[in-house]
Nanobody
Framework: QVQLVESGGGLVQPGGSLRLSCTAS????????MGWYRQAPGKQRELVAD?????STNYADSVKGRFTISNAKNTVVLQMNSLKPEDTAVYYC?????????WGQGTQVTVSS
């Protein structure tokens, strides 16, 4: 069973930056999309950004211009700049193909002074 391993979360001050990385433990074939979701306390999980197998990117309105998603093989990276307190959440990596929806274990991002 392929697992997604995330890294890069932590505590940062408002206006700071963090880089989240997610790598699959094995090869995932026929990837449709790779992305990041987040879930804040008391809220539903929401899409932050994703990138399709063809390279098209999609961002939540709240992060446009501040976050950048990129990928290479079975790794997906989320560069987060100009972080705000409302970005505080658990961030989950997601990779989808035609057969399965893979999820990471989640990494905490806290934006606070």
């Amino acid at each position: 069973q392929v697992q997604l391993v995330e890294s890069g979360g932590g505590l940062v001050q408002p206006g700071g930056s963090l880089r989240l990385s997610c790598t699959a433990s094995g090869t995932i074939f026929s990837v449709r999309s790779m992305g990041w979701y987040r879930q804040a306390p008391g809220k539903q999980r929401e899409l932050v950004a994703d990138i399709t197998g063809g390279g098209s990117t999609n961002y939540a309105d709240s992060v446009k211009g501040r976050f950048t998603i990129s990928n290479a093989k079975n790794t997906v990276v989320l560069q987060m700049n100009s972080l705000k307190p409302e970005d505080t959440a658990v961030y989950y990596c997601n990779i989808q193909n035609a057969y399965y929806n893979y999820w990471g274990q989640g990494t905490q991002v806290t934006v606070s002074s």
